[in-house]
């Protein structure tokens, strides 16, 4: 009887394994989700401080235009450092 139990414990422990590593997962993309978040939210503001003298019903062409490089910059800036990342994660996994 008491195999039963142990073998029992052995399968919730598994079980609870499987479910802390889905919950670590879990966790972690929200972390990204906000990280993303609060990584927008601070481009738009410095975008806007930068871009926008005075708020008005439209947006004059410069405005729009310094928005547009604003927004490219920011793409730019994102591309180069996730390849910046990618390239170190290749070299560190290369050298394992």
Avoid: Y
Wanted: with cysteine; proline share 1%; charged share 25%.
């Amino acid at each position: 009887m008491s195999d039963l139990f142990s073998n029992n414990s052995s399968f919730q422990g598994d079980k609870s394994k499987e479910v802390d590593a889905e919950l670590q997962e879990f966790l972690l993309a929200e972390k990204q989700k906000a990280q993303f978040q609060a990584q927008i939210h601070e481009f738009n503001d410095f975008c806007w401080e930068k871009c926008v003298d005075k708020p008005g019903s439209k947006l004059d062409s410069r405005t729009e235009t310094c928005l547009q490089n604003c927004v490219d910059r920011f793409i730019d800036v994102s591309l180069l450092i996730t390849n910046r990342f990618a390239q170190l994660l290749q070299k560190s996994a290369g050298g394992m």
